[in-house]
């Protein structure tokens, strides 16, 4: 057993090359090398694992917060789709009402409006002409609050109402165009924002189709 000790002393003094056996038992091994690691390396890694756990910790409760947001901002915009359509009554059209009144107001016959007062009297009576002009233009002014403040997606409506809005239009704007003239009132509407943004789209859509796309 005395020799394995002296070995043992033997092999430190001999690395460390410690002057005597005193020196080898009041060094501070804190500081030792013995195994290539440290006390302070230890404690710094310790602390570099601390602060990434730190910082994982904010990032996940940095994409949580976030996504609550999302969530909740969808939330929203249902509640606010949903109200929108249960206040405008046109929504509950149901097909048979709306394809009636679409070729109520494909079918008139008018150059302008004081052609199509001639013809059909004032929009502001209960005629059924009238009251598919407005049909059609209240629908469509529903759609356009929608799709202007984000929250139904343009290529539903495109799908839907697409073409059927931009015929619409195009026919019955000469009559809004005289009646807010009349009245000295601005065209700018959701319907009319609806209009162009349909036009929009059927452009890119003919444009992709030329290219092949």
């Known amino acids: ?41 230890i404690q710094t890694a310790s602390i570099v694992i601390a602060s ?9 409760y940095a994409f949580q917060i976030r996504h609550q947001s999302h969530m909740i901002q969808q939330q929203n915009k249902i509640r606010e789709t949903d109200l929108a359509i249960r206040i405008n009554p046109l929504f509950n059209l149901n097909a048979i009402e709306f394809q009636r009144a ?30 598919a002009v407005h049909t059609m233009l209240n629908f469509f002014e ?36 005289g009646m807010a003239k009349q009245l000295d009132i601005p065209l700018d509407t959701p319907a009319e924002y609806l209009y162009n943004e349909m036009k929009k789209r059927k452009q890119k859509l003919q444009q992709s189709t030329a290219k092949g796309e």
């Open 102 to 131: 679409a070729l109520k107001v494909m079918a008139l016959e008018f150059k302008d409006y004081d052609d199509f007062v001639k013809r059909y009297g004032s929009l502001s009576t209960e005629a059924p002409e009238s009251l």
């Open 1 to 41: 057993m005395s020799r394995g000790l002296s070995a043992c002393v033997h092999t430190l003094t001999s690395v460390h090359r410690f002057d005597s056996v005193e020196s080898l038992f009041n060094t501070d091994f804190t500081q030792s090398s013995l195994l290539g690691v440290t006390v302070v390396d």
């Open 52 to 60: 990434a756990s730190v910082v994982a910790g904010v990032v996940y």
């Open 142 to 177: 529903g759609i356009g609050y929608l799709l202007k403040n984000n929250l139904v997606n343009i290529d539903l409506v495109w799908t839907y109402y697409g073409q059927a809005d931009i015929l619409v239009w195009e026919k019955i704007r000469p009559l809004l165009e």
